[in-house]
């Protein structure tokens, strides 16, 4: 009765719907919640191209090119679909960064009939998910200048001191808000408009009642920035917030912009995902005059999502998916690890468990652990990444005041600064997600610990990760990085002289104007000369791949499984990135973890994570010989 139903509907409208053979079981979360009748649910498409574009220059292009394609992607998938729901009396809502939609008060029957298109990878619930946020303890104000521990503790003064204090980079906070008249966080909001201050740095993606509870302090869909619990104001303040008298950011310098994803404590996948999309091109408070180039530099994620509490693999599947688009528009992507220490294996929920994610857990003043920081190993190996200061860590709260909070959800804001901090320092390594990583791991002071695992030398460790973040050191390994790698590989080369004489003779504009090496306004032959000086200056190691490379296996979810390349190491180290393109079905589904050289070789191991066996196909993205740069995981 369901297929006749569902080719009814298919003659109805019109439209291409094809039927699979066999309608598919619906998730047993999803199948349950239909037990009491309508649901709202996800249904994912295929994932969206995140294939870097041409860089010009212009890291504001990059963003509008991308998130363009994404936009055209989803509409052309989700159309007919979009109509299936609306047949079935349901609405939808487009998810473009992830390309999915939300289905909101739909039926089992709809469920099916979507389950059967050919183009739906799969349908997932959509529910509350509330977090377990920590009890404030009320601190003073400051009048005497001071700093706190966990700002020092960073190393943030000294590179105060050379006059970085974050300059140039906007930090996105999405938590449970931010009170935007707090002393020391209302000078640090990005303003693009003075007549419309809040447009472009707020957004509210609390639209009803999430939490159950009927209302809410700052209501629903806030046109001015508010916070309905403190937790988001505590975090935005460790990042960049302070006054001239009380120094509680890492990067006072830096701007914040702000999204709400809890009411009250409880968010959902639809929360977490609508403010990752708003990041990626902000409005103005009413939802209009989207712009990619005002995006978020860095994202600060002092939350999580459970599988407990909903967050299944379809869920997580779309957050991961969220963080990767992020990462290839050039968004830093920063989370807490968790709270569930000191038990090994903790790092477990997204979007802290991601290998994409920069994972930060939690140290006290006293240079030890916090006890309830989450420990790995997690997913691609060493979790968490790094590890800041969270416990008993003072910063602004809700009423204009301050408090005292601990967890992994004040150390993950650390970093954030601590990044802005290198951004702002080395812009020519700002916007590299991957660099970014490695700076700011290669530099962190070591720590060591055995408990959960790690390195031979147990460092890095998955307590610690690669230690406890140093500003200093990574603002200054940034700056000796390739001063004019406009592409983004890691060096300057060929391809930066290429885009040069692209362009000779040519006036410049706000996207050719990195070119302009001499600053006479022109792009001319005396700024080939100055870059022609610079070649070959690198930020990352160099390998060269000695063997030609093209593989078919079958991955199982039981076997992983590892391939090895002949290479030379001209710079002895751990690979972060193997270059090689890796074809599967679906892609999401595999972890691959981090390569490692044995003698002269480089071993690549790929975990599959699906349900089914699936084929993987791998081939080197150059012949060989050929000099790739590539950032190492641990230093030479």
């Not at 212009?58 to 989700?78: D, G, H, K, P, Y």
């Not at 650390?414 to 812009?427: I, M, Q, T």
């Not at 610079?534 to 490379?549: D, N, Q, R, S, W």
Request: net charge negative; aromatic share 6%; charged share 15%.
């Amino acid at each position: 009765m369901r297929v006749l139903s569902s080719l009814l509907v298919f003659l109805l409208l019109g439209a291409p719907l094809f039927l699979k053979p066999r309608a598919p079981a619906l998730p047993p979360m999803l199948d349950a919640a239909f037990a009491a009748g309508r649901a709202d649910f996800w249904v994912l498409l295929s994932p969206p191209d995140t294939t870097p574009p041409p860089m010009t220059g212009s890291m504001a292009q990059v963003r509008r090119t991308l998130t363009a394609r994404w936009q055209a992607q989803a509409a052309a998938e989700q159309a007919p679909l979009v109509n299936l729901v609306h047949h079935f009396g349901a609405d939808a809502e487009s998810f473009w960064l992830v390309n999915a939609l939300l289905v909101r008060n739909g039926t089992r029957d709809l469920a099916l009939a979507l389950a059967q298109q050919p183009n739906v990878v799969g349908l997932t619930l959509e529910r509350p998910v509330a977090a377990t946020l920590p009890e404030p303890t009320a601190a003073p104000n400051r009048t005497s200048g001071s700093v706190e521990w966990h700002v020092s503790r960073v190393g943030a003064p000294d590179v105060w001191a050379s006059g970085i204090t974050g300059e140039g980079v906007v930090v996105g906070v999405q938590d449970t808000g931010i009170e935007a008249t707090h002393p020391a966080l209302i000078t640090h909001e990005r303003v693009v408009s003075s007549t419309h201050p809040h447009d472009y740095a707020w957004h509210d993606a609390i639209h009803s009642d999430v939490s159950g509870n009927g209302s809410n302090p700052c209501g629903f869909d806030s046109p001015t920035p508010c916070d309905d619990h403190g937790h988001g104001t505590h975090v935005t303040g460790i990042a960049v917030g302070g006054t001239p008298t009380d120094n509680i950011g890492v990067a006072p310098g830096a701007t914040w912009i702000g999204c709400r994803n809890m009411d009250e404590g409880v968010g959902s996948p639809a929360t977490y995902l609508e403010c990752f999309q708003w990041f990626v091109s902000p409005t103005k408070v009413d939802g209009s005059a989207p712009r990619p180039d005002l995006a978020a530099d860095i994202i600060n994620n002092s939350w999580a999502c459970p599988p407990s509490e909903g967050c299944d693999s379809g869920n997580t599947m779309l957050l991961r998916r969220a963080v990767a688009a992020l990462q290839a528009a050039g968004v830093l992507v920063v989370a807490s690890a968790g709270n569930e220490g000191p038990g090994c294996g903790t790092v477990s929920m997204p979007p802290g468990m991601f290998v994409e994610t920069l994972s930060v857990g939690s140290s006290t003043s006293s240079n030890t652990l916090s006890s309830f920081s989450s420990r790995g190993p997690g997913e691609g190996g060493v979790k968490p990444n790094i590890t800041a200061p969270g416990s008993s860590v003072r910063s602004a709260y809700v009423g204009g005041g301050y408090a005292v909070l601990s967890g992994t959800s004040m150390a993950s804001p650390n970093v954030a600064g601590v990044a802005a901090l290198v951004w702002s320092g080395a812009p020519q390594v700002k916007n590299k997600v991957h660099l970014t990583h490695h700076i700011l791991q290669s530099t962190a002071t070591p720590f060591t610990n055995t408990a959960c695992g790690g390195d031979d030398d147990a460092h890095p460790n998955h307590a610690w990760g690669w230690g406890l973040v140093n500003a200093p050191n990574a603002v200054a390994r940034a700056q000796t990085c390739a001063q004019h790698d406009w592409d983004g590989d890691g060096a300057t080369t060929g391809a930066e002289i290429a885009l040069v004489r692209a362009h000779l003779g040519e006036t410049i504009t706000p996207e050719t104007s990195a070119l302009d090496l001499d600053g006479d306004g022109e792009i001319d032959a005396d700024d080939e000369t100055l870059l022609l000086g610079h070649l070959g200056e690198a930020c990352e190691g160099l390998v060269v791949i000695t063997t030609p490379l093209t593989t078919t296996a079958i991955l199982t979810n039981t076997t992983p499984y590892t391939l090895t390349v002949q290479a030379t190491f001209l710079q002895g180290a751990q690979l972060a990135h193997p270059g090689f393109t890796l074809t599967l079905a679906p892609f999401e589904n595999a972890t691959i973890l981090p390569p490692s050289p044995i003698a002269d070789t480089v071993r690549l191991t790929v975990l599959w994570m699906g349900d089914e066996d699936a084929p993987l196909h791998i081939t080197s993205t150059n012949r060989p010989p050929r000099r790739w740069f590539f950032p190492f995981v641990s230093a030479p």
